[in-house]
């Protein structure tokens, strides 16, 4: 199973939501899951900021060699879960997938489930 995080520059949110996911994966299931993030308006390569990552390690996850990725359709397609930080980011993946209606129908079912915002720091 393949999962993504997605918020706007992938250097606070996603990364530590990402970080932490697979932190608390069971071993069983660590060889099964991946975990993944990207950002809809990331600078590509760059560090994540000092305070997600020392939020981060006080969970012990370590997200220290994440670098920011710009999110991109084949990683929407290649995604089997989609986990949006907030309402704006679900729009976007929309239009990027307009033809996807597998995972737009994904994505849809994942909004209706999601009942909070993450909100940008």
């Known amino acids: 199973m393949n999962i993504l995080m997605v918020c706007t520059g992938n250097i606070c949110r996603s990364p530590m939501a990402e970080g932490l996911l697979v932190q608390l994966l069971p071993e069983t299931l660590k060889d099964r899951v991946t975990v993944e993030s990207a950002g809809t308006h990331?600078?590509?390569?760059?560090?994540?900021?000092?305070?997600?990552?020392?939020?981060?390690?006080?969970?012990?996850?370590?997200?220290?060699?994440?670098?920011?990725?710009?999110?991109?359709?084949n990683m929407l397609r290649n995604a089997d879960m989609i986990i949006t930080m907030e309402k704006g980011h679900l729009k976007i993946i929309k239009i990027h997938l307009i033809r996807q209606?597998?995972?737009?129908?994904?994505?849809?079912?994942?909004?209706?489930?999601?009942?909070?915002?993450?909100?940008?720091?």
Request: charged share 20%; glycine share 6%.
């Open 101 to 121: 209606e597998k995972i737009i129908f994904k994505m849809i079912a994942i909004a209706v489930a999601m009942l909070i915002t993450v909100s940008d720091p």
């Open 42 to 73: 990331a600078l590509h390569g760059a560090m994540d900021e000092d305070f997600a990552i020392k939020t981060a390690a006080a969970y012990n996850a370590d997200i220290t060699g994440h670098r920011a990725r710009l999110l991109g359709i």
